[in-house]
């Protein structure tokens, strides 16, 4: 899969860099039967995010974003394509998260998102809106929180390379 990006905030020095945690994830552009997009807007900081999380131990990432994407949206998926990887070298929380990001279909009938207590917390909400909306919602979006920052940065991408690629078809 093609390298998209690598975000950086702060500087690193070499020996940060060795000693930081590693954390796979998986994330979709998730469509539905009316070309609609998921997104999980997270009140608690005001800005919106694809669908998609970590990759257990023991499992692989397209298993993950398979897990990820019932979870938090309700919906089985059928991956479409691959979009690319965004490296994030977030130095606050001491890691570098390599994300893989995939185009999806809903395969079969929509569900019910069951989010974990840190999502409820944050007040995660599922929405199905078409593309060029969800790339402006991202576009328009300035999250004050850390965390917040790197998720529009990279999703953002995501969503205009998933445009690009589905107008080249």
Known sequence: MKLLETIQFEDFTP???????????????????????????????????????????????????????????????????????????????NLKQESHCYIAEVDGNKGVPSFEEGETEDGFELIWVDLDKAINLLNGEFPENYEGKFIVKRDGLYLRTAKELLASK
């Open 15 to 93: 020996e940060e860099i060795v000693k930081l945690g590693f954390r796979q994830a998986a994330r979709a552009v998730l469509f539905d039967s009316n070309d609609k997009i998921a997104l999980l807007y997270v009140s608690k900081n005001n800005y919106h995010k694809l669908p998609g999380g970590g990759v257990d131990e023991g499992e692989d990432i397209l298993t993950a974003l398979k897990r990820e994407c019932l979870e938090e949206t309700g919906c089985q998926i059928q991956i479409k394509d691959e979009l690319g990887i965004v490296v994030e070298y977030r130095k606050s929380l």
